[in-house]
């Protein structure tokens, strides 16, 4: 079982910055692909970002590509999503996920296996 933390949400004014943080426990995350996703009310849970076990290799969605930069700190157990140049249609609750099956790092919500619980990011104009 993996358990896992997310904090740094909060309201911003268009074109500030955030920094989200994603601690874990359970188990050691340098094992998993993480991925960030988020959701905004009425619609579907989203692809944000995702980096690989090692770190070497992330996919970002094209809304937030060049504004979002995925990361995880190995020898602290958290993966990070900083957030710059916000805008308002970032408004969203936003959750980390854990990929346990050891495959390549995926886009997609159904590959992951072990979610928080999400933290709220409101951008406003």
């Known amino acids: 079982q993996v358990q896992l933390v997310e904090s740094g949400g909060g309201l911003v004014q268009a074109g500030g910055s955030l920094r989200l943080s994603c601690a874990a426990s359970g188990r050691t995350l340098s094992w998993f692909n993480m991925g960030w996703f988020r959701q905004a009310p009425g619609k579907e849970r989203e692809f944000v970002a995702a980096?690989?076990?090692?770190?070497?290799?992330?996919y970002y969605a094209d809304s937030v590509k060049g504004r979002f930069t995925i990361s995880r700190e190995q020898r602290k157990n958290t993966a990070y999503l900083q957030m710059n140049s916000l805008k308002p249609e970032d408004t969203a609750v936003y959750y980390c996920?854990?990929?346990?099956?050891?495959?390549?790092?995926?886009?997609?919500?159904?590959?992951?296996?072990?979610w928080g619980q999400g933290t709220q990011v409101t951008v406003s104009s």
């Open positions: 996920a854990v990929d346990k099956s050891l495959g390549v790092v995926g886009r997609i919500v159904n590959q992951y296996d072990y």
């Open positions: 980096i690989s076990r090692s770190g070497g290799t992330t």
